[in-house]
């Protein structure tokens, strides 16, 4: 019988690792974007050497529209995947409500909204999985990152709390905390400040979204059918 996930953020650093590694495992994908329709495109011409079934959706998140947009286009889903995400880098009190209000949509409102809409379908197939990436500042938060990690660490509170509620319902939720990747996200980083960021982690590196993108693909396995309500770190030794 096919499976199908939904990734969120397919055409992003982690999303586009997930969606190849999942892929590779036999996966039917709802591959959802935003903005780079470039990405998404090169993404589907790599796809398709797998003859599965791919469905590209565009939406922003951060608007119901947006939301219904996606929500309509699934029909089948045995896991849902959250990728999305934006950073913001900054002093809290220089914090715009505009911004606060964005990541909140994004990262909280959105995941919520959509799991729950399609929590009915999950549950039909009784060994279903719901997969927030959040972040290492969820766990621990961030100087200068104040409403970024508070948003990341809602996520891992609605992890927590939404697997007690549907595990005897055969649905598994969990999340993965990254800690530094190598993505979009650090384009604004300068090569020193990367630099001293590495030489803050134990491994002394930063990850690479295909080390993100096993995890997501481990959690999405039946090697996972008693893990739920955990968030796994991903940060190589950084917080532990």
């Not at 939406?59 to 950073?87: H, M, N, P, R």
């Not at 104040?146 to 549907?166: M, R």
């Not at 996200?185 to 803050?200: K, N």
């Amino acid at each position: 019988m096919k499976k199908f996930a939904l990734i969120t953020g397919a055409s992003g650093g982690i999303g586009r690792a997930a969606a190849v590694n999942l892929a590779k495992k036999g996966w039917n994908l709802y591959l959802h974007y935003h903005q780079n329709k470039t990405e998404m495109e090169n993404l589907l011409r790599e796809l398709n050497a797998y003859n599965l079934d791919l469905i590209p959706i565009c939406a922003d998140l951060t608007t119901k529209a947006g939301i219904q947009v996606l929500l309509e286009s699934i029909f089948q889903i045995d896991a849902v995947c959250y990728i999305s995400g934006t950073s913001h880098y900054g002093l809290f009190e220089e914090t715009s409500e505009e911004i606060m209000d964005e990541l909140y949509l994004l990262h909280v409102k959105a995941p919520m909204v959509i799991v729950q809409k399609l929590m009915p379908k999950l549950m039909r197939n009784h060994s279903s999985r719901v997969l927030l990436v959040s972040s290492i500042w969820g766990q621990t938060g961030a100087s200068c990152e104040v409403a970024y990690s508070a948003a990341k660490g809602a996520q891992i509170s609605f992890v927590k709390a939404l697997s007690k509620e549907v595990a005897r319902n055969g649905v598994l939720v969990n999340a993965i905390a990254p800690g530094s990747v190598r993505t979009a996200m650090l384009d604004s980083f300068t090569e020193q400040e990367l630099i001293d960021l590495q030489e803050d982690i134990p491994l002394g590196r930063l990850a690479d979204p295909s080390e993100i993108a096993g995890a997501i693909t481990f959690l999405l396995s039946d090697d996972s059918s008693y893990i739920t309500g955990q968030v796994i770190g991903v940060n190589g030794g950084w917080y532990t």
